[in-house]
């Protein structure tokens, strides 16, 4: 009896569709996603096996690390548009530097800044990419001029008036993992000398040890 011959049919797969769904998907990632900004101040943090989410608004990040030319910057950051602005306002006032509503707006879209009160204006009108690479000499900490200790001061006071005395502004320290204790010390001292015991410290994920 003969044998019959099936056909041999092609075992290969049309991928055209799924092509298409992964092009959507990139195309559409790319579309939706933040550019980070790059930091004025970059350092590197301590690792840590846990870690907390901060807050985007009603935060105010401290940090402390080397700029371009070895020296040790402090910079100064502020989450919350409305609390930026209110600051800035309030620093103006207290320091007899005046910044008009332009600088106000501005000012609560930039990030971090490291520059005394009365340089701040030249910061501001920057455009963003050139903002981050101008050789910002960081905020003063000195005994003499502590403009550090004023912008804490308040921006605190800015968030306990927004808020109707409902919240208080968070403090949170990035320190860069090979900064020296001294210079991290300065900068808690200031915050104890305002009764500010407790803050986060900013670190990096990794993963547990076993």
């Known amino acids: ?57 009603d935060l105010a990040i401290i940090t402390v690390g080397k700029g371009a030319d070895g020296k040790t910057k402090v910079f100064f950051d502020i989450k919350g548009r409305d609390l930026r602005k209110k600051t800035l306002e309030g620093m103006g006032d207290k320091l007899g530097v005046p910044f008009s509503e332009e600088d106000q707006a501005k000012f609560a ?14 910061i501001i009108d920057m455009k963003a990419s050139d903002r981050t690479k101008a050789n910002q000499p960081g905020i003063p900490t000195d005994s003499t001029d502590n403009q550090l200790k004023e912008w804490l001061l308040v921006s605190r006071r800015a968030a306990i008036d927004l808020s109707g005395g409902t919240k208080e502004l968070q403090i949170a320290i990035k320190g860069d ?23 986060n410290l900013v670190t990096g994920m990794r993963g547990k040890d076993f």
């Not at 009896?1 to 990632?29: E, G, H, N, P, Y």
């Not at 879209?109 to 204006?121: N, Q, T």
């Open 1 to 57: 009896m003969a044998k019959i011959k099936m056909k041999k049919k092609s075992t290969s797969t049309d991928m055209t569709a799924m092509c298409d769904v992964a092009f959507l998907l990139l195309t559409f990632f790319i579309l939706t996603a933040t550019a980070k900004v790059p930091e004025a101040l970059p350092v590197d943090t301590p690792s840590s096996t846990v870690q907390s989410k901060l807050p985007d608004t």
């Open 109 to 122: 879209l930039m990030d971090d800044f490291g520059v005394p009160l009365a340089s701040l204006k030249q």
């Open 177 to 199: 993992a090979k900064e020296e204790y001294p210079e991290i010390k300065k900068i808690m001292d200031i915050l104890q000398d305002q009764k500010i015991n407790s803050f």
